[in-house]
């Protein structure tokens, strides 16, 4: 029994898997095929209340916390809908634009982006920059009452649908802070590239972005000047405790599938569970994945509290995305050669979760977080 739920996140979970499993699960395939998942999903979801759940009622969302939050990643991850860069818009966008935005800013998106019809994104990442977020190239030049934006962002979940770009600039190229600054994708001089081929995640629009010397309104920018990087490491440990969320409910619903498959499966004329190093291969799985839910479970509560710490944050998404990559493995190679057919949820869950140990910030910058703690 979790405890860390109340009855109103289990209703918003009925809720979310019922639409999940009608309107999400169907066209995975589809949507895999063609890297992008149109946008009338993302309204369809806003219609019934599944996006920027967080959002306070007074800008159209419903006013819930992390719990709600959890609950549709979660959710998500239990069909591995990888396409679906729900998660981004709601659980790192809005609450950029909740958290630094002006009354007006919050007025001008935030209904958009909780109805779907307005889709979010951040782009932080360069080209050969890696975690290295202060080496950034892209600038905001002020020119009068416009900031004048030029650079090239890459690695954008959401960019092939994007509409609003929080992007992160400098004002003087020899600074080492940053300016966040939005940017909406109808500016003269902002482009998308063509979308990124990945090894996984096939579904997900991920894409370059280019800013063209693009002129955007002064009351564009998100907070202070120069306060940018504050604002991201900020919102990071939540960002990095949803990773380690997703990896969970992975390993929980991934080992539920591989009990059914090796029950069924038969070899020299006994089910593949009937030999030993089965059973305790998924002994060992069962109990990883129970210390990683008590742990993660612990972290989310932390972040409901208003608790949750910068290196505690690290913690979940190292511990969860390195379990995920060994658990997944092995849940994989019980299902032997069909664990290597695409057309098996636990061969591209497989794939899907490689990328865990490097986006939100790589295993080893992880690591360095939490040694600065010791």
């Not at 975690?131 to 030029?150: P, Q």
Request: with cysteine; aromatic share 8%; proline share 2%.
């Amino acid at each position: 029994m979790r405890t860390v739920f109340r009855e109103d996140h289990q209703m918003f979970r009925e809720m979310a898997r019922r639409f999940i499993e009608n309107e999400i699960v169907p066209h995975l395939p589809e949507w895999e095929h063609a890297g992008i998942v149109p946008k009338s999903v993302w309204r369809k979801a806003g219609e019934v209340g599944l996006l920027c759940s967080t959002v306070p009622e007074e800008y159209g969302g419903a006013g819930g916390d992390f719990g709600h939050s959890a609950v549709m990643i979660e959710e998500l991850a239990r069909v591995n809908a990888t396409a679906i860069g729900f998660t981004t818009h709601s659980e790192i966008v809005a609450p950029y634009i909740v958290a630094y935005g002006s009354e007006e800013q919050k007025r001008r998106w935030l209904p958009g982006m909780v109805s779907g019809a307005t889709i979010g994104v951040i782009a932080m990442s360069e080209p050969g920059i890696g975690s290295d977020l202060r080496s950034m190239r892209t600038s905001a030049r002020r020119d009068g009452d416009d900031y004048v934006v030029t650079g090239q962002k890459t690695f954008i979940t959401n960019g092939g649908n994007a509409d609003l770009v929080v992007t992160a600039a400098k004002l003087d190229p020899a600074a080492k802070d940053l300016t966040l600054v939005c940017v909406e994708a109808d500016r003269a001089g902002f482009s998308k590239g063509k979308l990124l081929e990945k090894i996984g995640l096939k579904g997900q629009d991920t894409s370059e972005l280019f800013f063209d010397d693009v002129r955007v309104p002064v009351a564009n920018r998100l907070g202070e000047e120069n306060k940018g990087f504050s604002y991201l490491t900020h919102q990071l440990a939540w960002e990095r405790t949803i990773i380690g969320l997703r990896a969970a409910a992975s390993i929980d619903a991934l080992l539920e599938d591989t009990l059914g498959y090796v029950r069924e499966r038969k070899v020299f004329g006994k089910s593949v569970f009937d030999f030993q190093n089965t059973r305790f291969k998924l002994a060992e799985c069962k109990a990883q994945a129970t210390m990683l839910r008590v742990f993660v479970d612990d972290c989310l509560a932390k972040a409901m509290r208003g608790e949750l710490s910068a290196e505690v944050g690290a913690m979940c998404k190292l511990m969860g995305s390195e379990m995920q990559g060994r658990v997944l493995d092995e849940l994989l190679q019980l299902h032997g050669g069909y664990g290597f057919m695409s057309e098996y949820k636990i061969s591209r869950a497989w794939v899907d979760a490689r990328v865990a140990r490097i986006y939100g910030g790589t295993s080893e910058i992880m690591k360095e977080i939490i040694a600065r703690s010791l």
